[in-house]
């Protein structure tokens, strides 16, 4: 069985994709791919990534659009630039600091 390595990133993170022009904000890791086959194949195999590393919800945007992105952690860098982000469920979800840091809302009881 293969080993489950540690997550590089964590939930609040601001992130960057390698290759395409868009960033986000982490919201939930999975430890291995755990998405469709159909979803793995249908990256080009040349930049296709392995199946045993973290992979990463993101709410996502780019210049045209947010939308929710699902990426392993060798296509992610931290995105250290302080822009906030304008995807419409970060608010829902996270409160941003004086030090423009994502931080998880408490739930209510």
């Known amino acids: 069985m293969p080993s489950i390595r540690q997550a590089k990133f964590s939930v609040g ?8 022009p868009f960033r986000g904000l982490i919201f939930d890791i999975d430890p291995v791919f755990a998405n469709t086959e159909e979803w793995w194949l249908a ?3 040349e930049i296709r ?5 973290p992979y990463y919800h993101v709410y996502a945007e780019n210049a045209e659009t947010v939308y929710v992105a699902y990426v392993s952690e060798q296509n992610l860098l931290a995105d250290d630039s302080g822009e906030p982000l304008r995807h419409p469920d970060i608010a829902d979800q996270f409160v941003r600091d004086a030090h423009g840091r994502y931080r998880p809302r408490e739930k209510a009881h």
Do not use: E, G, L, T
Not at 13 to 20: A, K, L
């Open 13 to 20: 993170d601001v992130v960057r994709h390698r290759f395409f």
């Open 43 to 45: 990256i080009p195999a």
């Open 49 to 53: 990534p392995r199946k045993d590393q």
